[in-house]
């Protein structure tokens, strides 16, 4: 069993910064990719951004340029630093991370961005 715990949601104004880190504990247990997904209210839950093991990442198009994932392998630990942010990055931030057969899901941080 893996647990996921988030941190460094919160409120900014639009064009400010925020950092979300993502640490998974348990025993056992090598993790493939991890990942940041976001939902807003209405809308169905969509990838932000993802990392694999050696490092190589991925991200959606509207955070290109803005976000940057990053990942401490010794610490089983993901980070997202949030740049220029935009009403519109306004969700809930959700941590995944895949192993082998199982993925798991973090309990999600709010982000808000006034404008």
């Known amino acids: 069993q893996v647990q996921l715990v988030e941190s460094g949601g919160g409120l900014v104004q639009a064009g400010g910064s925020l950092r979300l880190s993502c640490a998974a504990s348990?025993?056992?247990?090598?993790?493939?990719?991890m990942g940041w997904y976001r939902q807003a209210p209405g809308t169905q839950r969509e990838l932000v951004a993802s990392i694999t093991r050696g490092g190589t990442s991925a991200y959606a198009d509207s955070v290109k340029g803005r976000f940057t994932i990053s990942r401490d392998n010794s610490k089983n630990t993901v980070y997202l630093q949030m740049n220029s942010l935009k009403p519109e990055d306004t969700a809930v931030y959700y941590c995944k991370v895949v192993l082998t057969l199982r993925q798991y899901w973090g309990q999600g941080t709010q982000v808000t961005v006034s404008s």
């Open positions: 348990g025993s056992g247990f090598s993790i493939n990719v």
